[in-house]
Structure formats: C-alpha cells, structure tokens
Nanobody, 112 residues
C-alpha cells in the first residue's frame, strides 16, 4: 500500500515536499517512481529513486526536484523547488511501473 501526502496550493517559484509512505516487506529493495497527471494530459513519469538512493528525473524538472528515501521508515520524499504552473497536477508514487502498485495521488496546484 502506498499513501501520498503533502500536496497543496503554492505560488510560482515556491517549494513543496511530497511524501510517500510505503507498506511493503523489504521496501529497501524497491525502486520508487513519481508520476504526475496534469489536467487534460496523460500521466507521465517524473522520476524515481533507486534502492541505493540514486535518482533520475525528466528534463523538465531536473535541477528543481530531488528525492530521498528512509528505508527504516518506509518513506520516500519528493522535494519540489522553483515550482512552475506547468508542474500542476496530481502526483503519484508507484512501485513497479504502469502495472505496479499506485498510491491514491495528491494534488499539487501552482498558481498565483
């Protein structure tokens, strides 16, 4: 089970941190992905964090988004800085890709 939290309304240029609580055995061996779905757009993978803590992000958020994980607590965080209006959407954490396990999503709205 995955549960996201931390979404909300933020002004352009602001920051927000999302959290994903993961209830699964051997969490430390799993890659955790972050996806988002903007209004009227298909869901896209934003990035992910590997079991060893390495991360990858799409070019549109690279340098602005970072991710971290606490394997002892089963949590993953997505730190989002310098937010833009185009970052607006529902953000999901995921294990296993499209056919994997999904959280319920958390809304992020970037607007003045």
């Amino acid at each position: 089970r995955l549960v996201e939290s931390g979404g909300g309304l933020v002004q352009p240029g602001g920051s927000l941190t999302l959290s994903c609580a993961v209830s699964i055995d051997n969490f430390h061996i799993y890659q955790v992905n972050w996806y988002r779905q903007a209004p009227d757009k298909s869901r896209e993978r934003v990035g992910g964090i590997m079991p060893n803590g390495g991360t990858d992000f799409v070019d549109s958020v690279k340098g602005r988004f970072t991710s971290s994980r606490d394997n002892t607590k089963g949590t993953v965080h997505l730190q989002m800085n310098a937010l833009k209006s185009e970052d607006t959407g529902v953000y999901y954490c995921n294990l296993g890709g499209d056919r994997g396990i999904w959280g319920q999503g958390t809304q992020v709205t970037v607007s003045s």
